[in-house]
């Protein structure tokens, strides 16, 4: 079975401090990888997809980064954050072109 | 661009009654639907998935239809209970080549005992 772990849990940064979240997907090779925003009370907001080790789309401009350094790992980074990046952010997989995503438990992140 | 629009935002129903969420989606060579469950602090659970070439699925109490038509999409939970409560997304998989996923804004259910 395939399972799918995001690190840290939660994180509570300073303005203008560097970021950087995590997703590992176990059990399943050359999965399709995404991340997703979403703010508190709000609706899903795709950031990035990924199909393949070292290729990173982006979606949606909010001033992050993703990178693919493995087939199994997914990394969310900037390196200043703004009080708008507080939210909850998922990672997902799925198996193939628009098949149903499978997400993580998801990383709370407050920005103060 | 690809739009999605889901009501009602919020929907409280009795125990044993039926909850209805609708989704109406912008026509763009769509071909995948998903309804998704979220708890609070949690991730997202599938619940079903739906291709477009589908117009009626059941699953554990669940049914979804899909209005192609009308660009319609609806969840129906039959018989709601207390543990159906949580917030429902539907989402699009628009078929524009850009692995681009659009969801819904959401219904928060409550099912009252």
């Known amino acids: 079975a395939q399972t799918i772990h995001q690190w840290p849990v939660a994180e509570i940064k300073a303005v203008g401090s560097p970021l950087s979240l995590g997703c590992t997907i176990k059990g399943k090779s050359s999965p399709n990888l995404y991340w997703y925003w979403q703010a508190t009370g709000g609706t899903l907001q795709q950031l990035f997809y990924?199909?393949?080790?070292?290729?990173v789309e982006s979606v949606v401009q909010l001033n992050l980064s993703a990178s693919r350094p493995k087939d199994d790992q997914f990394i969310l980074s900037t390196e200043k954050l703004l009080l708008s990046h507080s939210g909850f952010y998922l990672c997902?997989?799925?198996?193939?072109?628009?098949?149903?995503?499978?997400f993580g438990p998801g990383t709370r992140l407050t920005v103060l | 661009g690809e739009q999605v629009e889901q009501r009602p935002p919020h929907l409280s129903v009795p125990e044993g009654d039926s909850a209805v969420i609708i989704c109406t989606y912008t026509?763009?060579?769509?071909?995948?639907f998903y309804w998704y469950k979220q708890e609070p602090g949690a991730g997202l659970q599938l619940l079903m998935s739906v291709f477009s070439n589908v117009d009626r699925k059941e699953e554990q109490g669940l049914t979804v239809l899909l209005n192609k038509k009308d660009k319609q999409l609806s969840l129906n939970l039959t018989a709601a209970h207390p543990g159906d409560s949580a917030v429902y997304f539907c989402?699009?998989?628009?078929?524009?080549?850009?692995?681009?996923?659009?969801f819904g804004a959401g219904t928060r259910l409550k099912v009252i005992a």
């Open positions: 989402a699009v998989g628009f078929n524009t080549g850009n692995y681009k996923y659009v």
């Open positions: 026509d763009s060579a769509t071909a995948y």
């Open positions: 997902a997989w799925s198996w193939q072109y628009y098949a149903e995503q499978f």
């Open positions: 990924s199909i393949t080790v070292g290729q």
